[in-house]
Nanobody, 126 residues
Framework: EVQLVESGGGLVQAGGSLRLSCAASGFTFDDYVIGWFRQAPGKEREGFSCISSSDGSTYYADSVKGRFTISRDNAKNTVYLQMNSLKPEDTAVYYC???????????????????WGQGTQVTVSS
């Protein structure tokens, strides 16, 4: 059974930090691109970061560049998202997702991903 399980969400003050984890099982993790998405109430799901399977190349949307860092530990089948300098507009449900690819590319579209986690809430207070 394929599973992606996010953890690490919570409530934090503006300027603070959180570290999200995405633990994967049920598929060959090393062959999959992992993306992070978020969805705020009334808004579309936004892809803001991904990490390639082949060499760990990382990609970020402008909205998080310089503040968020994505990384992966293939030995633990886990992807991490370090979020610093959080802003109230970062408040959303955060999802990780996986898609099979050995190519390096920016993949922000939800439709490109086949496996999804259940999401974790991140709330940033002002």
């Amino acid at each position: 059974e394929v599973q992606l399980v996010e953890s690490g969400g919570g409530l934090v003050q503006a300027g603070g930090s959180l570290r999200l984890s995405c633990a994967a099982s049920g598929f060959t993790f090393d062959d999959y691109v992992i993306g992070w998405f978020r969805q705020a109430p009334g808004k579309e799901r936004e892809g803001f970061s991904c990490i390639s399977s082949s060499d760990g190349s990382t990609y970020y949307a402008d909205s998080v560049k310089g503040r968020f860092t994505i990384s992966r530990d293939n030995a633990k089948n886990t992807v991490y998202l370090q979020m610093n300098s959080l802003k109230p507009e970062d408040t959303a449900v955060y999802y990780c997702a996986a898609t099979f690819s050995r190519l390096r590319a920016w993949r922000p579209q939800p439709g490109e991903y086949v496996y999804w986690g259940q999401g974790t809430q991140v709330t940033v207070s002002s």
